[in-house]
Each structure stands twice: as C-alpha cells, then as structure tokens.
C-alpha cells in the first residue's frame, strides 16, 4: 500500500525491507516492481540482521504482544540504532483490553488545549475519565476531529470521559485478559506505554507526537438520543442534552462500516486468544464454546455494544536528531 500510495506520486527509488518471525503468506507477495527484501527474524532475539543508521523510516506495527515488557527498552534501542539522523520512528498500537465511550461533547474538548503531561494508567480503567487518552506527546490533532468524525469515530484527548464496558461478555474477556497477559510480561493496554518511551528518549528524539481514536463497536444509544455531553461543574459530571430538534447523531454507510470493521477485530481478536482466556477463565472446550457464541451473538446480532464499547487505537511518531 505504501508502495503504490509513493509510486503514484512519482516517487519510485524507495526500498523496503520487512522484518517479521513467520514468512510471508502466499497471497501477501508485493508488487513485481516493487524493491522489497524480507528477514524472517525472532525480535526477541537481539540485536536484529539489520544495519545501522540505514533506513529513513522506522515503521513499527502492533508489536505489543510479540516483544514483552523485559525487551520494550531494548527493542527501542534497536529501532534508534536502525535510523538515520532526521530519520522518522512511527508506531502503530491498539489496546487490548474493552472499554466504554461515554457521552461527551468532542468539538467543545478539541478546543481545549492538552496539557503536555499525562499519568498513564496500565491497570484497567474505571474512572469516569481518562488520562490515559493524552500520553504525554506533543498533539496537531484537533484539526483532524472533524476528520476523525467523518469516519464514525471519536478523537482522543486528556478530557475524553472512557469506563469499564457494560457488556457482561466484555467484562469477562477483560478479566480474563488481565489475569493472561500479566504472567507473560504483556500489556493489556500498550496504547498507555508508547508515548512515555518516546519522551524517555529525548536524548536521541525530537518533535514527538501523536494521534489516538476510540471507534465505537457499534451506533450509541447516546448518539441516537442526541446527547450533548458529559460536563464536569464542582467535580461532578452531569449529561446535557442538545438544544432543538433533529440534532441526534446518524450514522452514514462509510461511518457504519468503519464501525462494523472495529467490531470485527474485536470479536476475532478473542476468538484468536481463545487458548490463553479459555485457560485463564477454567472454561471446558463446550462451555468456551457456548461463551462465545453468546458473546458473538450479543455484539453482533443485538444491542450489546450500544453503551460505547469501543476499540482504541493510536499512532506516534517523532524524528531521530
């Protein structure tokens, strides 16, 4: 995609180079003009086949699940390494666990600046709001929430009000979660963790920066209610709905299936931790198996995700000295 997104503007003298532990899928070969070369590597073995201050840009992608806490320092090491100077470090992050968009007003949050600190949380949240939606870094995102708003989803800041989920099923995978990724030395929310190794690095980056969404798993009933918001007077919070008619949100085609697709990665993504939570919850094969169908059932066939349930996703960058 990246290839053909550069050639189509004329840029044609880049190569890439891919670095995974599996081989390439049959069906995943690149483009016959494309300069491409593949290291099959563990990144769990250090340092990596690569060379020094090599590439412009350093693309790392949902990797929180394959290099464990004990290695994040060193795999930064290694991404600095790779670099050039100037060069460009991103990465690409999605939390793990569930949790529920609350009702909130976005445009009258996005016109407050945030505060360029932020006290990440790595257990599961609970509070009306978070403080993780900020992770400290530099943001240029509140001209993207009108963007991000066209797609069906909501831009994140240090104000935006997210809970433990309401979905019985989602609380279970969230338990069953924390109690299988904690003895493994993984993180359940890695989306609270890149931003602080960023910053860390200030020695070697510069012009850290980031852009975090919550896509709702489905429409809101707050949004079809046309609600206006949670407002915080005297340190309580208090839902206004908006003045006049009409004004309940819709969602379009486009925005529907943005959704549709956040619900999906989802549902697979427990169905593929299926061996980790179905030892964790003690379930036999035929109750995981009931478990699920309930909880797939419940997500996509009903109203299950109608409170806010969302999947959160994020992307940092920052530029190499």
Known sequence: MCHRWFAARGHTNISFTGIDVAPIAPTERPDRDMRWRFVQHDLRSLPWPLPDGHFDLVMVKDTSLAIPSKLQQPAMDEYLRLLRPGGVLEIWESDHQVRMLRPHAPHAEAAEEPSSSE???????????????EDGAA???????????????????????????????????????????????????????????????????????????????????????GVGGVVTKDGKSYVRRREGSGRAKRLSEGQAAVRRTAMLTVVQFVQSLEPMLRETSGKSRDEWDLWMGRM??????????????CLEVGAWWARKK
């Open 119 to 133: 006290e990440d949380s790595t257990e599961e949240e609970s509070s009306s709001s978070s403080s993780a939606a």
């Open 139 to 225: 943001s240029s995102t509140f001209p993207s929430t009108p963007l991000a708003a066209s797609l069906g989803a909501y831009l994140m800041t240090a104000n935006t009000p997210l809970s433990s989920p309401m979905n019985p099923y989602l609380v279970e995978y969230n338990t069953w979660l924390h109690r299988a990724l904690g003895p493994r030395g993984l993180s359940p929310v890695p989306c609270t963790l890149v931003g602080p190794s960023l910053l860390q690095e200030s020695d070697d980056l510069t012009d850290v920066r980031s852009r975090r969404l919550a896509i709702p798993l489905a429409e809101v009933r707050w949004e079809r209610e």
């Open 296 to 309: 797939v059932g419940d997500l996509m066939g009903g109203d299950g995700a109608g409170c806010g349930e």
